[in-house]
């Protein structure tokens, strides 16, 4: 393939499998622009797709395991349980997609941004994060233990019910977003603003990760509720 900084090729209403999107690629001699095509189901692992654009795709169940989606651009696309683990994916962009129960563990993801994207029940374990962003997006019931969110700003993400043991999330500032029943275990919230977040579910015992975060008047009288205290004015 040529540099990937080349305008793509632009390919509409296809299905396509993997033989079929190999020839594209061969032929164009530049990335590619797919729209409005069906690569549901495709085994696409460990092709070159780099700097490929993806817009309304149907990508569910399909298969971009080990592949190189460097500085691929995804918007719009539907992809309920696609495979990502071990695939290059840095510095790409994913906008408006459902990916829930994605694979992504192992990934490379350093760089890249999800805003308006749906990931419940998506598995991020091992994967590389250094530069991930998320905006506006579902992560309930996701898979992020250990991740790093330190010194982010978090808006409006949705933890509800995620595994999120041992993520770092200390200094960040989430504005709105949910860490409703998510579990906490071995997190890190030094200097982190929760003022805005959903903490519902958190128990008084279940609040010692959170030492020396700031959480506002009404998310203290609710941890108190739990004691059968009520706080008056």
């Known amino acids: 393939m040529t540099d990937s900084a080349s305008s793509p090729q632009l390919i509409t209403w296809q299905t396509l499998g993997r033989a079929a999107l190999q020839a594209l690629l061969d032929e164009a001699g530049a990335p590619l622009h797919l729209e409005d095509c069906d690569l549901e189901g495709g085994d696409f692992s460990r092709l070159d797709l780099r700097g490929c654009h993806f817009t309304r795709c149907a990508i569910m169940e ?53 805003t308006h994207c ?13 530069g991930l962003t998320f905006a506006d997006t579902l992560l309930i019931g996701a898979f992020l233990q250990g991740m790093s969110f330190r010194k982010c700003l978090l808006q409006g ?9 041992g993520a770092d999330f200390r200094e960040a500032v989430f504005i709105g977003g949910s860490l409703r029943n998510a579990n906490l275990q071995d ?17 008084l015992i279940d609040a010692r990760p959170f030492r020396g975060a700031t959480i506002s008047s009404a998310q203290a009288a609710m941890l108190l509720h739990e004691l059968g205290l009520t706080v008056l004015d």
Do not use: I, M, P
């Open 157 to 165: 993400l949705d933890f509800s019910d995620a595994d999120l043991v």
């Open 187 to 203: 997190c890190r919230f030094d200097g982190t603003d929760l003022r805005e977040v959903d903490l519902g579910g958190l128990k």
């Open 62 to 114: 399909a298969s971009f395991a080990g592949a190189a989606l460097g500085d691929t651009h995804w918007s719009s696309c539907r992809g309920r349980q696609a495979d990502f683990k071990a695939a290059d994916v840095t510095d790409s962009v994913f906008e408006k997609c459902d990916l829930n129960n994605t694979n992504w563990r192992r990934a490379k993801l350093g760089a890249s941004s999800f």
């Open 118 to 130: 749906k990931l419940t029940g998506a598995h991020l374990e091992d994967a590389a994060t250094l």
